[in-house]
């Protein structure tokens, strides 16, 4: 039989260790670093939430070469002073190799697993291209003219925007797009919707959930569909349903739309 002793000693225990780390920090993340000669940037960080805007080059008083950024970083500590603390040791750090600029997080090893981070303002020029790598976290980039690529372990992605092109990777999320350039999007657990916002582009997607794609145009495409719940076209130049499977050329063929869903496929075009 159980020592009544022993229980009580092993609660106490169990509930001083979910204690230790019950207090909470915060400090502020802001930055600003110089994008002169650089055309492609990278942003490299774990769990972290992020949303990026875009200024027009075009208006330069308004819209410097310049990478800024502002967020916070949360901690957990021991003691209300701990987590204070440990908030403020980690540092973003900003490096440039020819025409690549890079943003990663430099975190000591003493306050690993105890601070998160949030990028709630991006700002940089809309003619860059944009590389967004992180665990875990939502996702919105909007006004973004250069190519655009994201990779994210788990959250829900926006994008407005990308008009060099667009590749999203997801592994638990949906994905949002609208878009002037070609798509490549893939999800291993959510639904994809995409709106070409302007004439036809190239679509490669791969998606567990339902995938919704507004065409552009459909006078000249090279269809290609898997879909484990159904297909359904409805466009000026095709009206088809299918249940799982559908190939069809149209025009001269030339822009592919290649998509595997999990879920249905549905098609239309933009009036």
Do not use: N
């Not at 110089?34 to 208006?59: F, H, K, Q, W, Y």
């Not at 829900?156 to 070609?182: H, L, N, Q, S």
């Not at 297909?231 to 249940?243: G, M």
Request: net charge negative; hydrophobic share 45%.
């Amino acid at each position: 039989m159980r020592s009544p002793g022993r229980h009580a000693l092993g609660l106490a225990l169990l509930v001083a260790g979910a204690c230790v780390f019950a207090w909470r920090g915060e400090a502020e993340l802001v930055g600003d670093h110089d994008l002169a000669g650089v055309v492609a940037v990278r942003i490299d960080l774990p769990s972290t939430p992020m949303s990026v805007a875009t200024c027009e080059p075009a208006a330069p008083g308004a819209c410097p070469e310049r990478l800024r950024y502002a967020g916070r970083v949360l901690a957990t500590g021991g003691s209300e002073a701990d987590a204070k603390a440990h908030a403020q040791q980690p540092a973003l750090v900003f490096e440039r190799d020819d025409g690549l600029g890079r943003l990663m997080v430099d975190v000591p090893l003493a306050v690993r697993g105890l601070v998160d981070f949030e990028l709630a303002a991006v700002e940089l020029p809309a003619d860059r291209d944009l590389e967004l790598h992180t665990d875990r976290g939502d996702i919105d980039v909007f006004g973004l003219r250069g190519a655009l690529t994201i990779d994210v372990g788990r959250g829900d992605v926006v994008v407005d925007g990308g008009d060099a092109g667009v590749a999203i990777a997801v592994e638990v999320g949906d994905i949002d797009v609208r878009t002037a350039g070609d798509a490549d999007l893939q999800t291993d657990s959510g639904r994809v919707d995409l709106v070409q916002d302007a004439g036809p582009r190239r679509v490669f997607v791969d998606a567990e959930g339902d995938v919704e794609i507004e065409l552009a145009g459909s006078a000249d495409l090279d269809l290609d569909l898997e879909a484990a719940d159904g297909i359904s076209i409805r466009t000026q130049a095709v009206v088809a349903l299918a249940d799982r499977t559908l190939r069809r050329r149209v025009g001269a063929g030339t822009v592919l739309v290649q998509v595997r869903a999990g879920g249905s496929i549905t098609i239309t075009e933009r009036p």
